[in-house]
C-alpha cells in the first residue's frame, strides 16, 4: 500500500532542496560543516571536535513537556545503554514499547543528543507509548554488526525482565507484545536487520516480546549502483553522495563494497529468504532525499516477498526532515506513526 503526501510544485526545476525556514537551512548547514570536518582522511572521526558541537540533554526524573526520561544501562563494559520515555499520562494499563534507533550514518549522534531527545519526547507524548531509545555502537570504532548486535542485545534485556529492576513504573505501563522497532536513516537501516535476528529467533527463543511493526524512516540503504536520485540530489544535505559512501567505508568490514548484504539489503549477497516471523512495516520515504530509490526499491522488495508493507511518501521532505518540529511534514508524520502503531 502506497500513500504520498501533499507535494509543492516545482516547475521542472532541478534542486536539491525545497524551501526551507532559515533556522532549519542554519542547523543544517552548520551540522554538515561539523561531520565533515570530523571526518579524517584515514577512515577515522574526531570524536572531540563532535563533542563541542552536539548539544545533548540530561535525563530528567520530573517530566519535561508531559514526559519523563532516564538512562538505562545494559552494558557498560560496551557503553549500550538507552534513554528511557515515559508519558506522564500513563497512570495505569498498558501501552505499545517503541524500541527507537537513531540516525546518524552508523557514526554520529545519540540518544542524548539533543534533536534525538526531543524528537523521542514527542512520539511518547503524542502516542502514549514508552520509547526506548538505543545508544548503540558507533563506526568506524566498531563497525558491521556491533550496531545490531546491540539492538537485539536491547530487546533481551527486555524481554527478561530488565525493565522491572530498572524502573518498575515502567515496567508495570509496558506491554511487550506489542513492541515497535523504529529508526531513522541508519537507524530505519537497523530495524530491518534487527527485526530478521528477532525474527530468526521468534519460534522459541523469546519468552514476552513479541515485535508487531516496524518503521522505517528514510533508510539508509544503498548499493554499488548509482541510483537516478541519487545522481540528481548529489549534493543534496546531510546525505550528499560523498558523504554516505565515506560512511558505507567507515561502517562496513574492511574491504567489503556497498553490495555486501548489511548496505544492499536485497542485492546479489542477500543473505537468505526472509523469516515467516517478520512483522508489518512502514517505509517513510522524502522527495529530496537522495537515498529515496534504494527505499522504493526496499519496499518493491518486501512487497514481492509477500511482506506487508505500507510506503508512506512526502514529496517535499529533506532527509531527516522528522527532526525539525517547525516543517509541517514533521508533525504530519508523527499523526500517521501514530495511526500505525494504534
Given at each position: 500500500?502506497?500513500?504520498?503526501?501533499?507535494?509543492?510544485?516545482?516547475?521542472?526545476?532541478?534542486?536539491?532542496?525545497?524551501?526551507?525556514?532559515w533556522?532549519?537551512?542554519?542547523y543544517?548547514?552548520?551540522?554538515?560543516?561539523?561531520?565533515?570536518?570530523?571526518?579524517?582522511?584515514?577512515?577515522?572521526?574526531?570524536?572531540?571536535?563532535?563533542?563541542?558541537?552536539?548539544?545533548?540533554?540530561?535525563?530528567?526524573a520530573?517530566?519535561?513537556?508531559?514526559?519523563?526520561?532516564?538512562?538505562?544501562?545494559?552494558?557498560?563494559?560496551?557503553?549500550?545503554?538507552?534513554?528511557?520515555?515515559?508519558?506522564?499520562?500513563?497512570s495505569?494499563?498498558?501501552?505499545?514499547?517503541?524500541?527507537?534507533?537513531?540516525?546518524?550514518?552508523?557514526?554520529?549522534?545519540?540518544?542524548?543528543?539533543?534533536?534525538?531527545?526531543?524528537?523521542?519526547?514527542?512520539?511518547?507524548?503524542?502516542?502514549?507509548?514508552?520509547?526506548?531509545?538505543?545508544?548503540?555502537?558507533?563506526?568506524?570504532?566498531?563497525?558491521y554488526?556491533?550496531?545490531?548486535?546491540?539492538?537485539?542485545?536491547?530487546?533481551?534485556?527486555?524481554?527478561?525482565?530488565?525493565?522491572?529492576?530498572?524502573?518498575?513504573?515502567?515496567?508495570?505501563?509496558?506491554?511487550?507484545?506489542?513492541?515497535?522497532?523504529?529508526?531513522?536513516?541508519?537507524?530505519?537501516?537497523?530495524?530491518?536487520?534487527?527485526?530478521?535476528?528477532w525474527?530468526?529467533?521468534?519460534?522459541?527463543?523469546?519468552?514476552?516480546?513479541?515485535?508487531?511493526?516496524?518503521v522505517?524512516?528514510?533508510?539508509?540503504?544503498?548499493?554499488?549502483?548509482?541510483?537516478?536520485?541519487?545522481?540528481?540530489?548529489?549534493?543534496?544535505?546531510?546525505?550528499?553522495?560523498?558523504?554516505?559512501?565515506?560512511?558505507?567505508?567507515?561502517?562496513?568490514?574492511?574491504?567489503?563494497?556497498r553490495?555486501?548484504?548489511?548496505?544492499?539489503?536485497?542485492?546479489?549477497?542477500?543473505?537468505?529468504?526472509?523469516?515467516?516471523?517478520?512483522?508489518e512495516?512502514?517505509v517513510?520515504?522524502?522527495?529530496?532525499?537522495?537515498?529515496?530509490?534504494?527505499?522504493?526499491?526496499?519496499?518493491?522488495?518486501?512487497?514481492e516477498?509477500?511482506?506487508?508493507?505500507?510506503?508512506?511518501?512526502?514529496?517535499?521532505?529533506?532527509?531527516?526532515?522528522?527532526?525539525?518540529?517547525?516543517?509541517?511534514?514533521?508533525?504530519?508524520?508523527?499523526?500517521?506513526?501514530?495511526?500505525?502503531?494504534?
Amino acid at each position: 500500500m502506497t500513500q504520498k503526501a501533499s507535494s509543492l510544485a516545482s516547475g521542472g526545476r532541478s534542486l536539491t532542496s525545497p524551501p526551507l525556514p532559515w533556522t532549519t537551512r542554519l542547523y543544517i548547514a552548520l551540522l554538515s560543516v561539523v561531520t565533515d570536518g570530523a571526518r579524517r582522511s584515514n577512515g577515522t572521526i574526531n570524536r572531540c571536535l563532535l563533542s563541542f558541537f552536539d548539544a545533548r540533554s540530561s535525563a530528567s526524573a520530573k517530566p519535561r513537556h508531559g514526559v519523563r526520561t532516564a538512562d538505562v544501562p545494559v552494558d557498560p563494559s560496551r557503553d549500550l545503554w538507552f534513554r528511557l520515555f515515559v508519558p506522564s499520562s500513563a497512570s495505569s494499563g498498558r501501552i505499545p514499547v517503541i524500541v527507537y534507533f537513531h540516525g546518524g550514518g552508523f557514526a554520529y549522534l545519540s540518544p542524548a543528543s539533543r534533536a534525538y531527545d526531543a524528537f523521542c519526547r514527542r512520539i511518547c507524548r503524542k502516542i502514549n507509548a514508552l520509547v526506548v531509545s538505543v545508544n548503540y555502537r558507533l563506526a568506524p570504532e566498531h563497525r558491521y554488526p556491533a550496531p545490531y548486535e546491540d539492538g537485539v542485545d536491547v530487546l533481551r534485556f527486555l524481554d527478561d525482565g530488565g525493565l522491572a529492576s530498572a524502573d518498575p513504573t515502567a515496567a508495570g505501563l509496558a506491554d511487550l507484545s506489542r513492541c515497535f522497532l523504529a529508526g531513522d536513516s541508519a537507524g530505519g537501516n537497523m530495524v530491518h536487520h534487527v527485526a530478521r535476528r528477532w525474527a530468526a529467533d521468534a519460534a522459541g527463543g523469546w519468552k514476552n516480546l513479541r515485535l508487531a511493526g516496524m518503521v522505517l524512516i528514510q533508510p539508509f540503504f544503498g548499493g554499488e549502483e548509482r541510483t537516478e536520485s541519487e545522481n540528481r540530489l548529489v549534493a543534496a544535505p546531510l546525505v550528499s553522495v560523498d558523504r554516505t559512501d565515506w560512511l558505507w567505508r567507515a561502517f562496513l568490514p574492511e574491504g567489503a563494497d556497498r553490495d555486501h548484504e548489511a548496505a544492499n539489503v536485497f542485492g546479489p549477497r542477500a543473505d537468505g529468504e526472509l523469516e515467516a516471523a517478520l512483522p508489518e512495516a512502514m517505509v517513510v520515504v522524502g522527495g529530496f532525499d537522495p537515498l529515496q530509490d534504494w527505499q522504493r526499491r526496499y519496499y518493491e522488495c518486501m512487497t514481492e516477498r509477500g511482506k506487508a508493507v505500507r510506503l508512506l511518501e512526502y514529496p517535499d521532505a529533506i532527509h531527516a526532515f522528522y527532526v525539525f518540529p517547525e516543517l509541517k511534514q514533521s508533525a504530519a508524520f508523527i499523526d500517521e506513526l501514530k495511526a500505525f502503531i494504534k
